[in-house]
């Protein structure tokens, strides 16, 4: 397993832009598929995006999104500094719960279960 730290969140108007950051330990970061995922209150924890680990053979997308986000969010990672990033444009109060960054040894996967390590989240906060 591997820790996790998010953060970068913040509040921010409808339409603005805010890039979380996810810095994970140990040496075998680019070995895992990274997510985010978001949780608003009273609500389940959804799928946002995920991005393909470094490496081996694959012909399809290394990167995910949930549709709700597709267009607007945007997954990045830094092997070098074991960093996974989610840029977010065009935010909409609808975009507000804490996120939070998953790491696992699936992909494309869109369920909790699917990844073994989790950060504590961060909050962000759309306002209208």
């Known amino acids: 397993q591997v820790q996790l730290v998010e953060s970068g969140g913040g509040l921010v108007q409808a339409g603005g832009s805010l890039r979380l950051s996810c810095a994970a330990s140990?040496?075998?970061?680019?070995?895992?598929?990274m997510g985010w995922f978001r949780q608003a209150p009273g609500k389940e924890r959804e799928f946002v995006a995920a991005i393909r680990w470094s490496g081996g053979s694959w012909s399809g997308d290394s990167s995910y999104y949930a549709h709700s986000v597709l267009g607007r969010f945007t997954i990045s990672r830094d092997n070098a500094k074991n960093t996974v990033y989610l840029q977010m444009k065009s935010l909409k109060p609808e975009d507000t719960a804490v996120y939070y960054c998953?790491?696992?040894?699936?992909?494309?996967?869109?369920?909790?279960?699917?990844?073994?390590?989790w950060g504590q989240g961060t909050q962000v906060t759309v306002s209208s």
């Open positions: 998953a790491a696992g040894l699936s992909f494309p996967a869109i369920a909790t279960k699917d990844y073994d390590s």
């Open positions: 140990g040496r075998t970061f680019s070995s895992y598929a």
